[in-house]
């Protein structure tokens, strides 16, 4: 009795020592590797130092591909890449609240917060001291990575191609190859002939490879509401895409967009497709994986998405020889007295980007890693690969190699595997009209490469239509007018105030308001409608309004003058 | 300090067996116990129980009572970069916002209707199916149902979820039923009825639970005297009559005391089911506290409020098992304390 107690308060007392010892074995570790990484890093450059990475846009991914390897190789890096899981807004508040952050960070819309709480570091000094790369991407619109007017300093660098023109289009309306195919090519820009032309062609084919034909499903049961019903109505009534607010960049006035009455327009016809049956009834009620099957079933005529999340389905349909089934994008407006915005030049649009932690033990390091990515070097093996392996010089051009641009067309994880393209966003990057210093396009996309990336379908439709390319059918972007504001989604909301309360409280009122109406009977979409401002009323989105306009006249101001 | 704890003296006694009361629970050490003359001297004599509760009274305090010292962020506008002593006070503010929101208390009303929905029928379904479980009469195939009964309890919500929009989707086996056998015309988009959301959680919830509730109650089941059976039957009372007289009374106790626990927990029903069922239709019907303390809380920084929704969850609680304690106190049926 008294050894098997004795016993038993040893490790009891052992147990108590393990767990103080443990305690105090963390503070001592942290000081040793603040000594020891200082001293270590700055002569021994032949060693590689890990970088921890938080990326929001992220994947389960390890930095060891070959084009990671001549990152590290170029850099002395390795990245250790964390990401969100499931859609996780709470990390960035997770990670102020415990005070650990990683060396490098993505915070996209929450760098505000990061901001306010002291995690990240100013880079206006490094920029200017040996930030030459960085310097030379972003000449005169390095004002638009500034913060605010109060606080006019840099703390991220990155997301948004450098000089963009637009060669493909994304979150418009696309309809199946096939329909335009099968009803002799005509000519649709507004929903009028968008709607005829799915009727149409649902009733030539009722079934599709022995299923029922879906006209056009959403996928508005979770957060995709917001780009496949939301945006689709911005498009529709002629709208840029500003997030959820419609903006004057002449003025600065903005507003929560669901107040403009295009928006109620192009509801009201949503819910006269749904009364018609041409709406897909589980729309609002599938899962995103149900939603993707059903396309890849090939038997959704039409959808409102953004190419990147449809993507999956678009391989599955070309693996499965259903090219004519793919999509082609269609600038449908309302009526023909709204412009399609698809093309609008927004400017370097700012905002987003890669911060540097002020807690990091290499921020000097981390900076050097950023600007190198900024480079010309950097960037042709970010967008090109490796010469050899990925393409080759033909004439003093770069060339793709065949079966990796096959690859890239069509299978989902080559980026992922190879890290070709991978490394891109939201890095630093060059837009698509961006040349290196021998005059090459430094992005893949060109509009030659986009031509031959075209599926045989799409070319044989394409010239039916006597187009080169699906922007072709876009109004220009030169007749669009420059966004001086860039894009409003892309300002970053003080966290926890007044407009991110009201406008979550407006988001919610609308998500679900608007689904009611889509569903409801025609007759109630008017009360419903109007209950729905009453509604946004009384949750201040006067004051909404007013807030936002406030904020969006500031980055005019921020950015004064200095667009191109 | 081992030095101090090792010379144990042998006489020490290890009351366990009689602490245990008809309950199953700990209760408090008889008072009439021989050779005892006042307090110091029985804690004296159980130096040994006391010191192995010792880990887990600290695993108490470090984790459970230590961090209620961060209910102070309720009362602050709490800011993570400054230290305690920087924040600034800010009295009740939080909890006036709280109380001022009217989305709020549609969040409390359907984390009290989706509570109490699932308290009635999990524990109705639970009670039903141990009965039935206990009138089984193959002990092999009673396993095997026990067994399978309770593998939904492993599966993860998200799992849980996608099976129940499948079957309910419009597509889906439900409607497909429902329509070969002529209830339905056409067939109802279930997870498009704001209405019928509580319904389909309770459903799942009944669904992924009922096996793994009933094993307590089968359990306690088991521990009935035999000789009651038999004197049932000998006066004739049918299989019926014995459930009803014999194994239900015999399990009150752990019935009353487990509905006691859940009521304190009607509150607390978390939002994963809530969240992975619902859709934007559904939503004014799907926000329950805790997505409502996600979304305009920690979600957006304002760690202030979300601690102040916290504090409002626990008040709740400890009023709720209160009054149902007192409640089962006063009909003279077995309690929590």
Same mark, same amino acid.
């Given at each position: 009795?008294?050894?098997?107690?004795?016993?038993?308060?040893?490790?009891?007392?052992?147990?108590?020592?393990?767990?103080?010892?443990?305690?105090?074995?963390?503070?001592?570790?942290?000081?040793?590797?603040?000594?020891?990484?200082?001293?270590?890093?700055?002569?021994?450059?032949?060693?590689?130092?890990?970088?921890?990475?938080?990326?929001?846009?992220?994947?389960?991914?390890?930095?060891?591909?070959?084009?990671?390897?001549?990152?590290?190789?170029?850099?002395?890096?390795?990245?250790?890449?964390?990401?969100?899981?499931?859609?996780?807004?709470?990390?960035?508040?997770?990670?102020?609240?415990?005070?650990?952050? &990683?060396?490098?960070?993505?915070?996209?819309?929450?760098?505000?917060?990061? $901001?306010?709480?002291?995690?990240?570091?100013?880079?206006?000094?490094?920029?200017?001291?040996?930030?030459?790369?960085?310097?030379?991407?972003?000449?005169?619109?390095?004002?638009?990575?500034?913060?605010?007017?109060?606080?006019?300093?840099?703390?991220?660098?990155?997301?948004?191609?450098?000089?963009?023109?637009?060669?493909?289009?994304?979150?418009?309306?696309?309809?199946?190859?096939?329909?335009?195919?099968?009803?002799?090519? &005509?000519?649709?820009?507004?929903?009028?002939?968008?709607?005829?032309?799915?009727?149409?062609?649902?009733?030539?084919?009722?079934?599709?490879?022995?299923?029922?034909?879906?006209?056009?499903?959403?996928?508005?049961?979770?957060?995709?509401?917001?780009?496949?019903?939301?945006? &689709?109505?911005?498009?529709?009534?002629?709208?840029?895409?500003? +997030?959820?607010?419609?903006?004057?960049?002449?003025?600065?006035?903005?507003?929560?967009?669901?107040?403009?009455?295009?928006?109620?327009?192009?509801?009201?016809?949503?819910?006269?497709?749904?009364?018609?049956?041409?709406?897909?009834?589980?729309?609002?009620?599938?899962?995103?994986?149900?939603?993707?099957?059903?396309?890849?079933?090939?038997?959704?005529?039409?959808?409102?998405?953004?190419?990147?999340?449809?993507?999956?389905?678009?391989?599955?349909?070309?693996?499965?020889?259903?090219?004519?089934?793919?999509?082609?994008?269609?600038?449908?407006?309302?009526?023909?007295?709204?412009?399609?915005?698809?093309?609008?030049?927004?400017?370097?649009?700012?905002?987003?980007?890669?911060? $540097?932690?002020?807690?990091?033990?290499?921020?000097?390091?981390?900076?050097?890693?950023?600007?190198?990515?900024?480079?010309?070097?950097?960037?042709?093996?970010?967008?090109?690969?490796?010469?050899?392996?990925?393409?080759?010089?033909?004439?003093?051009?770069?060339?793709?190699?065949?079966?990796?641009?096959?690859?890239?067309?069509?299978?989902?994880?080559?980026?992922?595997?190879?890290?070709?393209?991978?490394?891109?966003? &939201?890095?630093?990057?060059?837009?698509?009209?961006?040349?290196?210093?021998?005059?090459?396009?430094?992005?893949?996309?060109?509009?030659?490469?986009?031509?031959?990336?075209?599926?045989?379908?799409?070319?044989?439709?394409?010239?039916?239509?006597?187009?080169?390319?699906?922007?072709?059918?876009?109004?220009?972007?030169?007749?669009?007018?420059?966004?001086?504001?860039?894009?409003?989604?892309?300002?970053?909301?003080?966290? +926890?105030?007044?407009?991110?309360?009201?406008?979550?409280?407006?988001?919610?009122?609308?998500?679900?308001?608007?689904?009611?109406?889509?569903?409801?009977?025609?007759?109630?979409?008017?009360?419903?409608?109007?209950?729905?401002?009453?509604?946004?009323?009384?949750?201040?989105?006067?004051?909404?309004?007013?807030?936002?306009?406030?904020?969006?006249?500031?980055?005019?101001?921020?950015?004064?003058?200095?667009?191109? | 300090?081992?030095?101090?704890?090792?010379?144990?003296?042998?006489?020490?006694?290890?009351?366990?067996?009689?602490?245990?009361?008809?309950?199953?629970?700990?209760?408090?050490?008889?008072?009439?116990?021989?050779?005892?003359?006042?307090?110091?001297?029985?804690?004296?004599?159980?130096?040994?129980?006391?010191?192995?509760?010792?880990?887990?009274?600290?695993?108490?305090?470090?984790?459970?009572?230590?961090?209620?010292?961060?209910?102070?962020?309720?009362?602050?506008?709490?800011?993570?970069?400054?230290?305690?002593?920087?924040?600034?006070?800010?009295?009740?503010?939080?909890?006036?916002?709280?109380?001022?929101?009217?989305?709020?208390?549609?969040?409390?009303?359907?984390?009290?209707?989706?509570?109490?929905?699932?308290?009635?029928?999990?524990?109705?379904?639970?009670?039903?199916?141990?009965?039935?479980?206990?009138?089984?009469?193959?002990?092999?195939?009673?396993?095997?149902?026990?067994?399978?009964?309770?593998?939904?309890?492993?599966?993860?919500?998200?799992?849980?979820?996608?099976?129940?929009?499948?079957?309910?989707?419009?597509?889906?086996?439900?409607?497909?039923?429902?329509?070969?056998?002529?209830?339905?015309?056409?067939?109802?988009?279930?997870?498009?009825?704001?209405?019928?959301?509580?319904?389909?959680?309770?459903?799942?919830?009944?669904?992924?639970?009922?096996?793994?509730?009933?094993?307590?109650?089968?359990?306690?089941?088991?521990?009935?005297?035999?000789?009651?059976?038999?004197?049932?039957?000998?006066?004739?009372?049918?299989?019926?009559?014995?459930?009803?007289?014999?194994?239900?009374?015999?399990?009150?106790?752990?019935?009353?005391?487990?509905?006691?626990?859940?009521?304190?927990?009607?509150?607390?029903?978390?939002?994963?089911?809530?969240?992975?069922?619902?859709?934007?239709?559904?939503?004014?019907?799907?926000?329950?506290?805790?997505?409502?303390?996600?979304?305009?809380?920690?979600?957006?920084?304002?760690?202030?409020?979300?601690?102040?929704?916290?504090?409002?969850?626990?008040?709740?609680?400890?009023?709720?098992?209160?009054?149902?304690?007192?409640?089962?106190?006063?009909?003279?049926?077995?309690?929590?304390?």
């Amino acid at each position: 009795m008294k050894k098997t107690l004795s016993i038993f308060i040893l490790l009891f007392v052992s147990g108590l020592l393990f767990l103080a010892g443990c305690g105090g074995d963390n503070e001592e570790t942290n000081t040793d590797g603040d000594d020891g990484g200082s001293t270590e890093e700055t002569p021994s450059s032949d060693e590689p130092v890990t970088l921890t990475f938080y990326n929001e846009d992220g994947e389960d991914k390890s930095f060891d591909d070959p084009v990671a390897e001549k990152i590290t190789e170029a850099t002395g890096v390795i990245l250790d890449i964390d990401y969100p899981v499931g859609g996780n807004d709470e990390t960035i508040p997770l990670m102020i609240a415990s005070g650990d952050y &990683p060396d490098l960070i993505f915070a996209k819309g929450d760098i505000g917060m990061l $901001i306010d709480a002291g995690g990240v570091i100013k880079l206006d000094e490094m920029i200017e001291e040996r930030g030459d790369h960085l310097k030379a991407m972003y000449g005169d619109q390095l004002d638009r990575l500034r913060n605010s007017v109060d606080d006019p300093n840099i703390y991220n660098v990155g997301t948004y191609g450098v000089h963009d023109e637009p060669l493909e289009t994304s979150g418009t309306f696309q309809i199946q190859l096939d329909v335009l195919r099968e009803l002799g090519h &005509p000519e649709i820009t507004t929903l009028e002939e968008f709607e005829d032309a799915l009727t149409e062609y649902t009733e030539m084919y009722p079934e599709i490879n022995g299923q029922k034909t879906i006209p056009l499903a959403l996928q508005g049961s979770d957060w995709r509401w917001l780009i496949t019903v939301g945006n &689709p109505a911005g498009f529709a009534g002629g709208f840029p895409d500003d +997030g959820q607010w419609s903006v004057d960049t002449n003025t600065g006035e903005t507003i929560y967009k669901f107040l403009e009455p295009e928006y109620r327009d192009y509801f009201q016809w949503l819910n006269g497709m749904n009364v018609k049956g041409l709406l897909d009834p589980e729309s609002f009620t599938h899962t995103q994986d149900t939603y993707i099957s059903k396309i890849s079933s090939g038997r959704v005529l039409a959808v409102a998405d953004q190419d990147w999340n449809i993507n999956d389905a678009r391989f599955a349909l070309i693996e499965d020889d259903m090219e004519e089934r793919t999509y082609a994008p269609l600038p449908v407006t309302l009526s023909e007295d709204h412009v399609h915005q698809a093309l609008k030049d927004y400017g370097f649009a700012g905002g987003w980007g890669i911060a $540097i932690s002020s807690t990091s033990e290499h921020p000097d390091l981390a900076f050097d890693f950023l600007n190198w990515m900024a480079s010309e070097e950097a960037q042709i093996l970010l967008n090109w690969g490796i010469e050899g392996e990925h393409y080759e010089i033909v004439d003093g051009q770069r060339v793709l190699f065949d079966e990796v641009r096959e690859r890239m067309n069509t299978d989902g994880n080559f980026s992922k595997e190879t890290g070709f393209g991978y490394y891109i966003h &939201p890095f630093p990057n060059w837009g698509t009209g961006a040349v290196d210093s021998n005059g090459q396009s430094i992005t893949v996309n060109t509009r030659e490469q986009v031509i031959e990336n075209q599926l045989d379908v799409e070319k044989e439709v394409l010239a039916e239509y006597d187009m080169e390319l699906w922007i072709d059918w876009f109004p220009p972007q030169d007749e669009l007018q420059l966004s001086n504001h860039g894009a409003a989604y892309n300002f970053s909301i003080p966290a +926890g105030s007044d407009i991110a309360i009201i406008q979550q409280r407006a988001d919610d009122i609308t998500e679900q308001r608007i689904t009611q109406a889509i569903l409801a009977d025609p007759e109630d979409f008017d009360d419903l409608w109007n209950a729905m401002l009453d509604e946004l009323e009384t949750a201040n989105v006067e004051k909404l309004n007013q807030e936002m306009t406030k904020l969006t006249q500031n980055i005019l101001e921020l950015w004064g003058g200095e667009v191109n | 300090m081992s030095k101090n704890l090792l010379p144990v003296t042998p006489e020490v006694n290890m009351p366990v067996t009689p602490t245990i009361n008809q309950t199953g629970k700990k209760g408090k050490q008889p008072k009439r116990s021989p050779g005892e003359k006042n307090g110091w001297q029985r804690l004296k004599n159980q130096k040994a129980l006391l010191l192995m509760s010792l880990p887990f009274v600290i695993w108490l305090i470090v984790f459970r009572y230590l961090p209620v010292l961060g209910w102070t962020m309720a009362f602050q506008d709490y800011q993570p970069q400054n230290s305690f002593f920087e924040q600034s006070w800010v009295g009740l503010k939080h909890f006036r916002d709280l109380f001022n929101e009217p989305t709020f208390y549609r969040a409390l009303e359907n984390t009290i209707g989706m509570g109490i929905l699932g308290l009635v029928f999990g524990t109705l379904a639970a009670i039903t199916f141990a009965l039935l479980l206990n009138e089984m009469r193959f002990t092999k195939l009673k396993k095997l149902t026990q067994t399978i009964s309770y593998l939904p309890h492993f599966v993860s919500w998200v799992i849980v979820a996608n099976i129940v929009t499948t079957m309910l989707s419009i597509s889906g086996p439900v409607n497909n039923l429902l329509t070969s056998i002529g209830l339905v015309d056409s067939p109802i988009n279930f997870m498009a009825r704001p209405g019928m959301f509580w319904g389909v959680v309770t459903a799942a919830e009944v669904w992924k639970s009922t096996g793994w509730n009933a094993i307590i109650y089968f359990a306690a089941m088991a521990g009935t005297d035999p000789q009651l059976y038999e004197a049932a039957k000998v006066d004739g009372a049918s299989r019926w009559r014995q459930m009803w007289h014999i194994t239900l009374p015999s399990i009150r106790p752990v019935i009353i005391v487990l509905l006691i626990l859940n009521i304190g927990n009607l509150i607390n029903i978390g939002f994963e089911k809530q969240m992975l069922l619902g859709n934007n239709i559904v939503s004014e019907r799907a926000l329950v506290i805790d997505l409502y303390a996600l979304n305009y809380g920690i979600g957006m920084f304002r760690y202030s409020f979300g601690t102040a929704i916290g504090i409002f969850k626990s008040v709740i609680s400890v009023i709720l098992i209160v009054v149902a304690n007192s409640v089962a106190k006063k009909v003279g049926e077995g309690r929590v304390f």
